[in-house]
């Protein structure tokens, strides 16, 4: 990893969105500091299952990389970009994603890149790719009709625009945010890089998908009492 690289993940702030998924939360986490990253901060949407509270009161005790910041009700997934949120950020760009992706070793030149890609493609949203690997049975109910986990997400691997860069909508699973380039009319619009080291997984969608069946429940039912949902 070059000096740049080292010194983007440094200062680069990255936006983690939370809402009841511990386990997802904490294993991004320690991703995220394992691939260098020190500018760390979790949007927690009024969260109510009590191991991730006491988890969220002691992080930056604990990881003093981390900082929680609070909201007071459930305002959903796409409200810190949707609301202009990010610019308590003096930084042109962030990270941002969803606690429900996973990824090990992340490539040695991978803020960099995205920022390139952004620049190159005039874009504010760069994300990464999610593998098509190691997928489990689960069915998305996408406007009333049934998809596997793979049918859905090909659909993103198609429109390549060069090597392992592709043409796809970004929601709220991680990519680089470039404020410069935003426009609130078009949200989605972004593109999506794949290759070894950039693109990442869905952690509900593995077949070794961590999170236990309690948590599940409680997250489940929680999202459905305040309307949490969004297509990644």
Known sequence: MN???????????????????????????????????????????????????????????????????YSDKNNGPRWFIENSVYHMFAAECFIYSDPDIIFDRLADDFVFRFLQLSHKYRVAKVGSALSLHNLNNSVLNVDGKLYSAYEWESQFWRAKAEEDVYNAPVDTTLHLFNKQYYSPVAFFKAIRVGGQGYEVQHTPWLINDPMPLAERNYYTSASRENGWSHLS
């Open 3 to 69: 000096v740049q690289e080292m010194v983007l993940r440094r200062t680069i702030p990255v936006v983690i969105n939370s809402y009841n998924q511990l386990t997802y939360l904490k294993n991004l986490i320690q991703k995220f500091i394992e691939n260098k990253f020190t500018n760390i901060y979790v949007v927690d949407q009024c969260s109510t299952f009590p191991p991730l509270c006491s988890f969220l009161s002691t992080i930056n005790q604990n990881c003093p990389q981390v900082f929680p910041i």
